[in-house]
């Protein structure tokens, strides 16, 4: 999918069930208030890419969410093997007991300074193939990780401009 210049916020929720999907579009642009939220039990798997925008949160608490290689043609470029919280928007992730798999993770995907990623882990499994981006193409980035596990196997673990990395207290 592509995200437009529409309206309209989407909210997500999954819990005890499958999820599939060639891409995942959440919410339109970057000031709805959309939200997605895995649950305990339940797994999210997209076969291209995740677009998660929205001024809200992307919550994963005890749920998996997938990102599988191998884009579909219909597809944003933008989102092809990755997942993105915040395109062209401020992101937020927050990651407690669940876990995460893809080639590529961006938290806060702006085209402005003003943009930012945000991304709490306080628990949970994180694993990258290519590369954790929180604040990217000029957003700024703020991660703070007090849990968990976060693998990066071939690429980097990077934080924005003017960012901050804690590992909690």
Known sequence: GTFSSGT????????????SA?????????TDASTFTILSNATVTVSG??????RNTTVINGGTLQILTGAPAFEDVALHN???????????LTLSNGTVIAPEIVVGYGSTLTKTGYWSMAGGTVRASSNILVGANSAAGDLMVK?????VTQGVLAVGNNGTFSSGS
């Open 147 to 151: 849990g968990g596990n976060m693998i």
């Open 22 to 30: 060639g891409s995942l579009l959440v919410g339109n642009n970057t």
């Open 8 to 19: 309209g916020a989407g909210r997500v929720s999954v819990s005890n069930a499958n999820v």
């Open 82 to 92: 990755r997942i993105i919280v915040g395109y062209q928007a401020d992101g937020q």
């Open 49 to 54: 890419g995740a677009g998660i925008n929205g």
